[in-house]
């Protein structure tokens, strides 16, 4: 059972999946994927080209996940007004 398919279409899901969680760690890491990005960036521009959309027979781009929206989708949009959230998501830090 492969992840990845013989024929790009088939990889639909997979590929939008991919460049949606590369375009989310950028905005979240902006200091990171400085030359990885850009180039991220174009081939996603030239994938969205007509003539290259027409022969791949589907578009790389996905809407990005934001975290309410997929909270309120799954019934969960309560969560972010829970007064315990900050603590639940602050760092892990050592105590010296």
């Not at 521009?45 to 027409?54: C, G, K, L, T």
């Not at 934001?66 to 892990?92: F, I, N, R, S, T």
Request: aromatic share 6%; net charge negative.
């Amino acid at each position: 059972n492969k992840a990845a398919k013989e024929e790009p279409s088939d990889n639909e899901a997979l590929l939008q999946e991919i460049f949606e969680v590369g375009r989310r760690n950028k905005i979240l890491n902006p200091s990171k994927m400085r030359s990885t990005y850009g180039k991220l960036m174009y081939l996603m521009q030239d994938a969205q080209a007509s003539s290259v959309a027409r022969g791949l027979g589907f578009s790389l781009y996905k809407d990005l996940v934001m975290v309410q929206p997929y909270l309120q989708d799954h019934g969960a949009g309560e969560l972010l007004d829970d007064g315990l959230l900050p603590l639940a998501v602050c760092p892990v830090t050592t105590v010296d």
